[in-house]
Structure formats: C-alpha cells, structure tokens
C-alpha cells in the first residue's frame, strides 16, 4: 500500500509556478464546464464559444481590452493594499464613489473645454475613491475596526448612494423615469484612440502600472510598505511609519478604483447609471491573487478575466447561461489557484508501507 | 409611537434577526476553532436554495431546513478543503467561496426566480405566548425561531464545560499547546467549519422558508458579512449574538415598516441603515473591547510537521 507524507520545500519552487497556474486554470474551466452540464447546456460547445467570443476575433480582443481597463486599475489597487496584509475588499465601492466625483464634476462644469473638465474629473475621482479607502484605514487604526468588514459593507453604502443620486436628485428629466443622469457633454467624455473603440484610459492603465513597478521596486516608501506587508512586528520594531503606511496605501487603492469608475463613466457609458457597477471590484481580488500582487502580471490576468467576462456574454446570448455564471468561474478559479500554490513550497513524497 | 407600532416591530426584529442569528452562532463556532470563514454570505445563499429547492420538490419544509444545513456544511467543507489541507490563505478562501456560493446560487436559482415553496408558519407556544407583552414579541413565531433560542446556550455550555468544546477553543487559541496536548487539532478545524457551515446553511435555509417564502437572487443582501460583523461585536459570545442578531432584525424590519408606510425618504437611503449601523456597531465594540476577546490563532493555518 502507498503512503504519502508532506514535506516543506527547502527551496520554494519556481520554474513550475506558471504550471500550478495553468494547471488551476485549465482545472477551473473544466469545473465550470461541469456545472453548464448539469444545466443541461453542452459543456464543449460552451466552452468553445467562450473563448471565441473572449478571443476570437479582433473586435472581440478590443471588447476585452475596455473591460480589462476598469478591472486592471481596481486590481492594482487592491494589490496595493494586500501588500500590505491590508484586506481592501471595498473596490467596488471605491470604484462608485470614483463615478459619482467625476459625475458631479461633469455635471457642475457643462460648458467648460476638455482641458479644464477632463483633469478636474481625474482628481474629483481620486479624491472621492481615496476618501472612501481613507475612512475604513482611519477606523482600523484608530478603533481598531476590521477593514474586511468595514470596506465591504462601504460598498453597499457607495452602491446604495449611487442609487439614491441617480433615482433623485441627479435624474436626468428627460430619462422617460429610468434611474440615469442625463449625458456628458462632449468635453467630458475621455476619447477614442485613432479609429478604434479603444479609450485614452488605457494610457492611465499603462502610467499607473509603471508608476506602482517603479514605486515598489525603487523607492524607499514602496520598500518600507512591502517590508511591513511581510512582518508588520518587525516594521514596527524598525521605526517604520506603519500607520502612514497604511492610510497611504488605503487612499492610493481606493483612488485607483475611483479612476476605474471615472474611465467606465466617462468613456464607456457617457452618464451615471445603476448598470455601472458589474462587480469589477470583486473580479479585482482575483486578478490580483492570480498576478501574486504584480503589476505586469495584473495586466495579463486582468485581460483574461476581461475575456471571461466578454465571452460569457456570448453564453449569455447564444445558451441562455445566466450572467452568475461569471461569479462561479471566478470564484473556482481563486480557489483552485489557493490549493496550487500549496505545491510551491510543498511537495508530497510517496512512500511504500512497509 | 404606540404599543401597537411597537410590539409588531419588536415581533418582526426578532424574526428577521433569526436568519442572521444562526448565521453568526454558526461563524462563532467556526471562528472558535481559530478557522475565519468569510464565506458566510456563499453559504448562506447555497443553504437558501438547496433548503427551497428540496421543500418545493418534496413538500416537506423540515427535510428542506435540514438540506440548507447539510449544504451549507458541504460548501464550507472547500474552505476546509483549501485552509486545512492545501494550506491557502483563510482570508482570500473566504471571499472566493462567497464568491463562487453567490454565483452558484443565483445560476441553479434561476429557473425558479419568483417561485414560492410551502414554508414554515407561526406556531404559538401553548402557555408562553399568552404572557403579556413578551409572549407576542417572543413565542409567537415559527419552531425555526424556538430552536435559535437554545443554540446559544447549548453552544456556551459545550464551550465552557465539554471535553470537546475546551478543546476546540485551545486549538482556535493555541495550536502548538493543543498538539503538545495530545489533540488532533486538525480534525478539530473539521469539525469546526462544518458545524459552523451547517449553522450558517440553516440561516440561509430560514430565509427562503419562512422569512420570504420564494426564491430571488440575492436573497440575503449582505446577511451574511453582517453575522460576520456581529461574531465581533459578540466578542465571541453566543448569547451576546442574540442581541446583535437582534439589534439588526430590528433596524431591518424597522426600515421595512416605513417603505411600506411610503415615508418621503428615498428607499436607497433607507436600505443603508442595516449597513451603516453594521459600521457603527463594529467600530463601536472594536474601540470598547480589549482586542484580546479573538482567538488568537483565528486566521493562522497550522503547518503540516515534518
């Protein structure tokens, strides 16, 4: 009889690491290929029509590449926080209150030209997502709240406040009663590049991705944050500036989800409107794990997920899958990706009983 | 306000607290042997539908309640599957199962949106309901509630004074001391995250079978991360959970109560309030507690020895 026993890896593997990946991934797919099954929908069809629908033709690559702008901002954010073994669960809310600064901007400033309505709106949803990372670091700090909680049912508030604007004072009177602000003026909707349906907003992807690579990896803030992710005693013990730390990293992780909800109000949806919130700041959480926290990574993994997100439109159309299907990818692939990266740093011998 | 707005009020906060209630006894339990799972509000939504489907299907609302448990337990046996052999970060696991529960449960949930199920009706106690006041706010509900009442005192005295509660909480406390001890500290964390499950499966279960009597997607709106608050503010304790569990039913129902009454004040912002005092309620015990009422090894994985 086989026994098997498990040992800690003396060195943490790494050529194999994309295998895990791959590995978590392909397992995940066919997880989810199991569940249309039981739905009585073909499960290889399905699946081929995801990615054809994902990746199958240029225009559906560009729809991925919009998606992926708004999910790559959030999830670089999170990974900010993370870290920092600081649980920002609250992008999607971040991300709603970005929407709503930037709308109040596009509202209050009709007539003004580009150059002066397009940077206001950047920093009016910097400044609003910052706020609402800015109030959970505060409370956690201060009153010892657990940011899980206190960011997580911050969303349901951003949420429920982005209802209450659009179904009162901020309805457009000419929406025929649909909850939705009427639409931006010209000067306040972020541009397509060349004759694409691409955004600008991909250029601030590209900046910030950089700019959080460089901040990381070459300041000596970035240093001490990561050095306090990884032993928050030890930091403290070090004279780190631990609780600076962490409001800087709160606020620069919501303010990167309020660009998300700036882009998507602005350059995708032309208005505010309760169809905005798709849960890109849950999606966010999963891309970041998979990205291990790396901005480069981030992109990739959030352009996959995008595709996840085009694709299963198609199911949508084409199999009458409802849209939760999304959630159970998601949520398998976060889980089967946990499991893997047990083998990193584990490996199982096998042994004959004697 | 009078008595007749009050007692009604007082008799609804204790029904919609419930569903909250035997989800934050079941995250209690689970917390105790030093397992966080955030995956409350997943398994919450599995145990509604598995509990609404079984009832529609075979007629019969008890066997449909103790399906929720047994599915809720089944769902939280991932978290096991990933914290408890695979070693994964407890926090993330969680919010992938809420995730994944979420998405499961709206996709199998779909066919039968709008649908209604025989539940379970209110059932006055004999004697009890008669007494003034209380009786009508108290034991005039259905079995579901009457058997939240005992949970908490059957979970204090297995905690305090069995051999198994002492050593469930010296593995959520100290794992190295539980081992050293002799104990099987992870068979522990077994059973502590699938009765925590099942107990979380049953608040989901009370939702779609007698609080709302038909199935929607969403059903538990963000329930499940406030039993996750209230194991908090409950510093652990079951008993003090009937109180949270309760201060929320009451804010809900209250809430309701002036919707349906057509106050002007917009439904969105009326629906913020459970949330908002989650917040206030969380921030409040965390700045009065010691810090110290966690188990202290909530949330760290034991290593395999080598």
Not at chain 2, 26 to 40: A, M, P, Q, R, Y
Request: hydrophobic share 55%; glycine share 12%; with cysteine.
């Amino acid at each position: 009889m086989l026994r098997f026993k498990i040992r800690k890896r003396q060195e943490p593997l790494v050529w194999s690491s994309c295998l895990i990946l791959f590995g978590a991934l392909v397992l995940s797919i066919a997880l989810s290929a199991v569940m249309l099954a039981l739905q009585g929908k073909p499960p290889l069809d399905a699946m081929v029509l995801l990615f054809k629908g994902a990746f199958g033709s240029r225009w559906a690559v560009q729809d991925c590449l919009i998606k992926a702008v708004p999910i790559f901002l959030c999830s670089l954010g999170v990974a900010i926080a993370f870290r920092l073994q600081i649980w920002n669960i609250g992008a999607e809310g971040q991300y709603a209150l970005g929407a709503i600064g930037a709308t109040w901007v596009a509202l209050q400033l009709p007539d003004q030209p580009w150059f002066v309505v397009l940077p206001t709106m950047l920093a009016m949803s910097f400044i609003a997502g910052g706020f609402w990372g800015f109030i959970p670091a505060i409370l956690k700090l201060r009153m010892r709240a657990n940011e899980i909680i206190v960011t997580l049912m911050f969303n349901y508030l951003a949420i429920l406040f982005l209802d209450f604007l659009v179904y009162g004072p901020w309805k457009d009177p000419i929406s025929f009663g649909f909850p939705m602000t009427r639409e931006f003026s010209a000067s306040a909707i972020v541009g397509k590049i060349g004759n694409t349906e691409l955004n600008w907003g991909i250029l601030l992807c590209i900046l910030s991705g950089i700019a959080i690579g460089v901040f990381f990896r070459y300041t000596r803030i970035g240093y001490e944050l990561k050095a306090s992710g990884e032993n928050i005693r030890a930091a403290r013990y070090a004279g780190l500036p631990y609780d600076r730390l962490v409001i800087l990293a709160m606020v620069l992780s919501g303010a990167l989800a309020g660009w998300a909800g700036f882009l998507e109000a602005s350059a995708t949806i032309n208005r505010l409107q309760p169809s905005i919130i798709v849960g890109y700041g849950y999606t966010a959480i999963v891309v970041a794990w998979l990205a291990r926290l790396n901005p480069l990574y981030i992109g990739i993994a959030s352009f996959l997920l995008a595709g996840f997100r085009v694709g299963l439109e198609n199911l949508q159309l084409d199999l009458q899958v409802p849209a939760a299907f999304g959630g159970i990818m998601e949520g398998l692939i976060l889980l089967t990706v946990l499991m893997g990266s047990f083998f990193i740093d584990h490996r199982i011998e096998l042994r004959k009983k004697l | 306000m009078s008595i007749e707005f009050f007692l009604p009020l007082l008799a609804a906060a204790v029904q919609s607290g419930t569903p909250v209630l035997y989800a934050t006894l079941g995250e209690i339990f689970t917390e105790k042997s030093g397992v966080l799972n955030l995956g409350v509000e997943g398994i919450m939504m599995i145990g509604a539908l598995a509990a609404f489907v079984t009832t529609m299907l075979s007629g019969s609302p008890i066997l449909g309640f103790l399906v929720g448990g047994c599915a809720g337990a089944v769902l939280s046996g991932i978290h096991g599957l990933v914290c408890l052999v695979f070693q994964g970060n407890q926090v993330v696991s969680g919010l992938a199962l809420t995730i994944f529960g979420v998405g499961l449960a709206d996709y199998l949930g779909t066919p039968y949106i709008g649908q209604a199920a025989p539940g379970f009706n209110p059932l006055p106690v004999p004697i009890l309901s008669k007494i003034p006041f209380l009786g009508s706010v108290f034991f005039n509900h259905d079995s579901l509630v009457y058997i939240s009442y005992i949970i908490p005192m059957l979970m204090w005295l297995f905690f305090r004074y069995t051999r198994w509660g002492l050593g469930l909480r010296a593995v959520g406390e100290y794992p190295p001391a539980a081992i050293a001890g002799g104990l099987r500290v992870i068979s522990y964390r077994w059973v502590g995250i699938l009765v925590g499950g099942c107990l979380v499966g049953f608040g989901g279960a009370y939702l779609s079978l007698a609080y709302t009597h038909l199935w929607t997607n969403g059903l538990s709106a963000g329930r499940g991360w406030i039993a996750v608050a209230l194991v908090i503010f409950a510093f652990w304790d079951p008993m003090r959970a009937m109180v949270g569990a309760y201060l929320f039913g009451g804010v809900m129902a209250f809430q309701l109560r002036l919707q349906a009454a057509g106050t002007h004040v917009p439904s969105s912002l009326l629906l913020m309030l459970p949330y908002a005092l989650t917040v206030m309620v969380l921030v409040f015990s965390s700045w009065k507690g010691q810090g110290t009422e966690a188990p202290a090894a909530l949330g760290v994985n034991i290593e395999p020895p080598d």
